[in-house]
């Protein structure tokens, strides 16, 4: 048989880093080995019953067994703008700022596609959320990172980013609160931002997936939430971690008329809609929030002070997040990312991620995600304890 070439764009993503630690994943699974997994950002929790139960009804009508809209549902939208406004006291237009997503990660990976010309440079924060790269490649633009650094709380610093090649810069994506680093912005950073990128005409793409899983009373804000902002952003929201829905794929963006017509054009090209009872099921997730939220936060908040109170109490230096399910923490001093993950894998069968898989910026770091119960975490701090002594 004759080789088959893969396409350029498919050859210049980046290497896979997380090969070896999926291989030596399988191999413990394999030897039947009790792993305790702090490595993958999906929920442990089930998708609240009362989601189950509104999807439930809304399978048995047939009208939502046909195509959906490609712009979704009104009631969806409606929905959308109405769960906005209580929760950022912004006002959306349902008619032109909001379009429901096969997930928020499709809307990502799609956007650069209707703004980046090739040759156009997109600004992507290091470490980051891997389709912020791989949709920028895909569209043939240029990557250029900017580096979350601890010393500015892992927030990118926009007088560091190259002056000589910002007029080719078109898009820029940020995240808070944030993955890999759980770091959170406040709305003064927001402002820099989109003075930033109306002086320099560049489209802000701000991934808020984790906007409402923030512990301590914190609530992240929207970057709707400053003046001038649906000029220049488009804002990628998720049901995913908020409602346990990751297998579900919903999610929505929202802002500039002109960002959303471009996304759904290609959305319109390649898709066909969210399937019309996954949506409905989302009305009812979102216009219950409010009494779902709290318990929700409350098994995280848990878990993270029971896992950052363990990992001090044998001597780690581990701050607690004020947002998102991980915690980013360094490594001890003789290892680097990737031999310290596999140590926390061969001798005490705890996966965990290493930093540098999100970026050459994440080296020197580990991220362990708040996804198995309590008494897990407990028991992953002894191991460590016992074992990596
Ligand atoms: C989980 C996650 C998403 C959400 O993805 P969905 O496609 O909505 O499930 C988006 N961005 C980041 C940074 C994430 O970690």
């Known amino acids: 048989m004759t080789k088959i070439e893969k396409s350029e764009r498919l050859k210049k993503l980046p290497p896979y880093l997380f090969v070896e630690i999926d291989k030596a994943k399988k191999r413990a699974r394999d030897e039947g080995r009790d792993i305790i997994d702090l490595g993958v950002g999906d929920p442990d929790i089930p998708t609240p019953r009362f989601i189950i139960d509104a999807m439930n009804k809304a399978m048995r009508d ?10 979704g549902m009104p009631e969806f939208r409606q929905a959308v703008a109405a769960w906005f406004k209580k929760r950022f006291n912004v006002v959306l237009n349902p008619e032109n700022e909001i379009q429901p997503l096969i ?33 920028t490649i895909f569209a043939e633009g240029e990557v250029l990172q900017m580096p979350l650094l601890e010393k500015n709380h892992f927030l990118p610093d926009l007088k560091a980013i190259n002056h000589s090649i910002l007029h080719k810069a078109r898009m820029m994506f940020l995240n808070y609160p944030n993955n890999p680093t759980s770091a959170t912005c406040d709305k003064k950073f927001f402002k820099d931002v989109v003075e930033f990128a109306r002086k320099h005409n560049i489209i802000v793409c701000h ?17 709707f939430e400053v003046e001038g902002a649906k000029d220049v952003a488009i804002e990628f929201h998720s049901l995913s971690k908020t409602f346990n829905m990751t297998g579900w794929r919903i999610g929505f963006a929202c802002g500039s008329p002109q960002l959303i017509e471009g996304l759904a054009k290609i959305k319109a090209n390649i898709d066909s809609g969210v399937f019309s009872a996954i949506q409905m099921a989302a009305i009812v997730a979102m216009e219950k929030y409010d009494s779902h ?24 230096n581990a701050q607690k997040p004020k947002a998102t399910f991980y915690v ?22 705890i996966i965990a991620t290493p930093g540098n898989g999100f970026g050459a910026h994440g080296e020197g770091y580990i991220r362990m995600a708040l996804t198995v119960d309590k008494r897990r975490i407990r028991e992953a701090v002894d191991r460590i304890k016992k074992r990596l002594a």
Do not use: M
């Not at 990976?109 to 389709?131: K, W």
């Open 103 to 135: 997930g928020s990660k499709e809307g990502i990976a799609h956007i650069p596609l209707a703004f980046v010309n090739p040759g156009d440079v997109v600004l992507v924060p290091d470490p980051c959320y891997p389709p912020y790269r791989s949709g």
């Open 62 to 71: 047939p009208k939502t067994h046909r195509y959906a809209l490609d712009q």
């Open 328 to 349: 980013w923490t360094k490594v001890p001093h003789r290892y680097t990312s990737a031999t310290f993950a596999q140590a926390l894998l061969e001798k005490a069968d």
């Open 293 to 316: 939220i709290r318990s929700l936060l409350k098994v995280y908040e848990e878990r993270r002070d029971v896992l950052i109170e363990g990992l001090n109490a044998i001597g780690w």
């Open 207 to 223: 991934d808020a997936a984790y906007s409402e899983l923030a512990f301590d009373g914190f609530k992240p804000p929207s970057i």
